[in-house]
């Protein structure tokens, strides 16, 4: 039986995601105007890790962003992701 686990963060970086097991879901809040180029704001989003997150075929990533963060209709979004992730973690388990 392969263990699942569904982790959230905020952003602390890959490294975290690195020794998550093998079917993991992964939801990472981003900062969508945190983007600096030497040292100066750029107003853009923050791609620090996404590629290297992307690229990890073995989780399940998901972004969401930190400026909508607990309204109404990000909270209902990530509800609804959760359950989902919860969703294909039974039905793999008990395939």
Not at 61 to 78: C, I, K, R, V, Y
Not at 82 to 95: A, Y
Request: charged residues 15%.
């Amino acid at each position: 039986m392969v263990a699942h686990i569904l982790y959230y963060f905020y952003f602390p970086g890959a490294v975290t995601g690195m020794f998550m097991p093998r079917g993991s879901s992964l939801i990472v809040y981003y900062d969508e105007t945190g983007s600096l180029i030497r040292n100066r704001n750029t107003k853009e989003p923050a791609m620090l890790d996404w590629d290297i997150l992307n690229s990890m075929s073995y989780l399940r990533t998901h972004w969401m962003p930190t400026q909508t963060m607990g309204t109404p209709g990000d909270n209902l979004a990530l509800l609804h992701l959760i359950q989902h992730e919860l969703d294909i973690i039974e039905s793999e388990s008990f395939s």
